[in-house]
């Protein structure tokens, strides 16, 4: 199976890749990205560039990590099945239950890939949203901008628990679990240089956020 998801899945959960904002400098920004990343540093490449504008940053990179998770969950699709993954678990002690505020406000059990459905749904309805990532050059960021930001990681991160805990040996008989592991480490960093997630919600997978950050 392709390590970018193009054996068998889910269409409905694997979806096309987004691009970055296009009329904000989100481009150039993806630019800057692509040729710290090819640097192999990945601690320089989270930094933000000299004189750039912080929702900017947080904007493209969004995008970029949406489409990363998108890709890796993608190649599980076929083992992450309501049968195998009854609910949406990090390890024995943790289990997310879905809920977007608005048509589903009280928290509700789902699979796992149900509820990596119903993220990703929500993802790409905050990102194609222009009152909240606007595409037009120069059009303002919302005052909520940051914390919408950190909600999207934060449920990412969730993403990422889930894979580890309950799909790690299958992504290494796909021999993927380099690209797994550098994928996180990129959002580990990325998230941690920006404090988006909270150090409680890393729980699941603290000992591993540690080693990255090398605490």
Known sequence: MSLFGLGSRNQKTFRPKKNAPSGSKGAQLQKHIDATLGSGNLREAVRLPPGEDINEWLA?????FFNQVNILYGTLTEFCTPSNCPMMTAG?????RWADGVTIKKPIEVSAPKYVEYLMDWIE?????????PQKLG?????????VVKTIFKRLF??????YHSHFQKIVSLKEEAHLNTCFKHFVLFTWEFRLIDKGELAPLYDLVESILQL
Do not use: G, M
């Not at 059009?139 to 914390?147: D, G, K, L, M, S």
């Not at 969730?158 to 894979?163: L, S």
């Open 60 to 64: 493209v990179n969004t995008v970029d």
């Open 92 to 96: 024995p002690k943790y289990e997310y």
């Open 125 to 133: 309805a905050q990102l194609d949203d222009e009152s909240i990532f």
């Open 139 to 147: 059009a303002p960021f919302p005052c909520n901008f940051r914390e």
């Open 158 to 163: 969730r993403v990422y628990a889930h894979i």
